[in-house]
């Protein structure tokens, strides 16, 4: 039985990391922000499955909590707001879309090389144990909880700056 949940935790590692790969690869090619911003929501959702997996559960908290409820939903508001018009016509996908299914082979490549060789383990910490959630986490709140909060006020500047851009051309359009 446990060799079945062993195996059922490979495949679903396997599955959301290639579910991520895949809405990563979307970001680069489609044409419109919102579904550009469906698959970044889509790929974080994914990562955030690939944390939890691997055991990291406070960060895959942090990433589904921090990233998909908050960053992209202010994102997609900003999207919304900017009512973004796209004169492309019928084209579905951008001219990023053969250097994509190059680089896609290309790694295909690299993993199915690092699949059939020895990779070395996880990394460790300062004395070769696990990687601490505790000791991360401390760390976050006490140091570096400046920097997260700074980087919510650059978010609400840029869009606001978007905002009065848009605003002026279309004042120049008008008038």
């Not at 919102?34 to 929501?41: G, N, P, T």
């Not at 401390?138 to 978007?162: I, K, M």
């Amino acid at each position: 039985m446990t060799d079945f949940l062993a195996n059922l935790d490979t495949l679903l590692l396997w599955a959301f990391a290639g579910c991520a790969f895949v809405s990563a690869a979307l970001m680069l090619v489609l044409r419109q922000p919102m579904r550009v911003a469906i698959a970044l929501v889509s790929c974080m959702v994914f990562l955030g499955g690939v944390y939890g997996l691997l055991g990291l559960h406070f960060i895959a908290a942090f990433q589904v909590l921090i990233y998909v409820g908050a960053v992209m939903v202010f994102m997609v508001y900003a999207i919304m707001l900017l009512d973004p018009r796209d004169e492309s016509g019928g084209e579905k996908f951008s001219k990023l879309l053969w250097p994509g299914i190059i680089g896609l082979s290309l790694l295909a490549e690299a993993l199915a090389v690092g699949y059939w060789s020895d990779l070395p383990g996880a990394p460790r910490g300062a004395a070769g144990e696990p990687f601490d959630m505790v000791r991360f986490s401390a760390a976050f709140l006490s140091e570096y909880w400046l920097h997260f909060e700074l980087t919510s006020v650059l978010l609400l500047a840029a869009v606001v700056a978007a905002l009065a851009v848009i605003k002026e051309n279309r004042r120049h359009d008008h008038g």
